[in-house]
């Protein structure tokens, strides 16, 4: 496709991955480019929880462990691509990392040993704002994605996808307001969304015979009601290699979120239209999604793209709620 990346992670055994992916792939290499941070709206040094080594294969690959509190290097240069050795042979879940923001920590494995690293906080903005030619964004942070779109919030007032915005239910009044002020806030600024199941994106799919099928079948279960009902088994193909908007024949075919029976409900009701965020996200109870946004300007209220962007809680109320 001819484009560049711009990634953050701050573990440095995930880095490590990360490094020896583009080591194969030197074409791309020289377009990529890999900062060791965290990305939040708010500077300062954050604690991230990561599986111990001996859980997550990586051991004696040179981690450091921060103390909370101590001096850390500031908001790091994209690294050299060296190339890496490889990773080990056998196959090993990593685990799930979570980060402390100011909810603590939102997401993590049952079960899971963790240790404590630290990195320093950067935005979105601050790396990329002056990229005239960026076109999308993919979040998936373990439950701090509205933090993490608001550290985007000068680049979002711009024409821009939102790829694979990792989205799911998360058991902190406080942050489960700020994920849906944010989405009615990017709404506002003119973004609609669609629903993709994980299942749809990250695996090779057969689409065709009874195996298929039955995996519709068992992933289904993982899907809002709107998502059951819009997914039969003939409607899940990749997108091709350009852009969700370029292809609109797969971007009209997933499931709207909101989907339109809630949005036809909160009308007849008379509530407020915003209402209709509201009830979509919660119905996520214990299982996340993946949200796909794509800007039409035509849908962006006046005003919206010079209005501040929401606050990250509840405080003040939810437009609607």
Not at 54 to 77: F, I, L, Y
Not at 231 to 259: C, H, K, N
Request: with cysteine; proline share 6%; aromatic share 8%.
């Amino acid at each position: 496709m001819g484009c560049s990346a711009t990634a953050f992670e701050p573990i440095p055994a995930y880095q490590s991955l990360v490094r020896f992916g583009l080591s194969l792939n030197p074409g791309f290499q020289r377009r990529a480019k890999l900062y060791s941070n965290v990305v939040y709206p708010q500077a300062g040094i954050y604690n991230v929880s990561v599986p111990q080594e001996a859980d997550v294969g990586m051991k004696g690959r040179g981690e450091e462990t921060v103390e909370e509190g101590s001096e850390a290097d500031g908001p790091q240069e994209p690294q050299e691509q060296a190339a890496q050795s490889p990773p080990p042979s056998r196959r090993v879940r990593r685990g799930m990392a979570g980060m402390q923001g100011s909810r603590g920590i939102l997401k993590q494995d049952a079960g899971q040993r963790y240790t404590t690293i630290a990195a320093h906080a950067i935005s979105i903005d601050e790396v990329a704002l002056h990229d005239e030619k960026l076109c999308g964004i993919k979040v998936d942070v373990e439950g701090y994605e509205a933090q993490a779109l608001q550290s985007a919030a000068k680049l979002l007032a711009r024409k821009l996808e939102l790829n694979k915005f990792h989205n799911g239910s998360v058991h902190a009044s406080d942050q489960m307001c700020a994920t849906e002020k944010t989405l009615m806030h990017l709404e506002a600024l003119g973004y609609r969304f669609r629903e993709v199941p994980s299942f749809a994106l990250d695996r090779p799919l057969n689409i065709s015979g009874a195996g298929y099928k039955k995996q519709l079948a068992q992933e289904q279960r993982h899907l809002s009601r709107a998502a059951k009902q819009a997914m039969t088994w003939r409607s899940i193909v990749r997108p091709g290699a350009s852009s969700w908007e370029a292809d609109s024949e797969y971007f009209q075919r997933l499931p709207q979120f909101p989907s339109v029976d809630v949005r036809s409900g909160v009308a007849k009701r008379g509530q407020p239209a915003e209402r209709a965020i509201v009830l979509a996200y919660r119905a996520f109870h214990s299982f996340s999604t993946n949200l796909v946004g794509v800007f039409d300007g035509r849908l962006r209220k006046p005003g919206a793209a010079e209005a501040p962007w929401p606050t990250m809680g509840c405080a003040g109320g939810i437009p609607g709620d």
